[in-house]
């Protein structure tokens, strides 16, 4: 099946910017929904992002308008585009496809951290 590797994550003050991507080890031809996913300490993970293979997207309300997602099928890759960060947004950073979060298999994610 197709994995995904987390990578951007990082440190930044609040109100600044990062940019995670996702990328797939395989080609998906756009067929999966994709979702960035976080998860604080002690707290379960909760859903920030999803991008279908429509490019319909959804967002948790506590992102919206700060957050972008995106995807290239090309590239294979899916980017979370976080702007106007807060420190409520340190989180571990994951991203899945449908079939896998629904497995509740995830990969090590990326850290990000506001300041």
């Known amino acids: 099946h197709v994995q995904l590797v987390e990578s951007g994550g990082g440190s930044v003050q609040a109100g600044g910017s990062l940019r995670l991507t996702c990328t797939l080890s395989?080609?998906?031809?756009?067929?999966?929904?994709i979702g960035w996913f976080r998860q604080f300490p002690g707290k379960p993970r909760e859903e920030v992002a999803l991008?279908?293979?429509?490019?319909?997207?959804r967002y948790a309300d506590s992102v919206k308008g700060r957050f972008t997602i995106s995807r290239d099928n090309a590239m294979r890759t899916v980017n979370l585009q976080m702007n106007n960060m807060k420190t409520e947004d340190t989180a571990v950073y994951y991203c899945a496809t449908r079939p896998l979060w629904q497995a509740n298999y995830w990969g090590q994610g990326t850290q990000v951290t506001v300041s």
């Open positions: 991008i279908d293979n429509d490019y319909t997207t």
């Open positions: 395989e080609d998906d031809r756009g067929r999966y929904c």
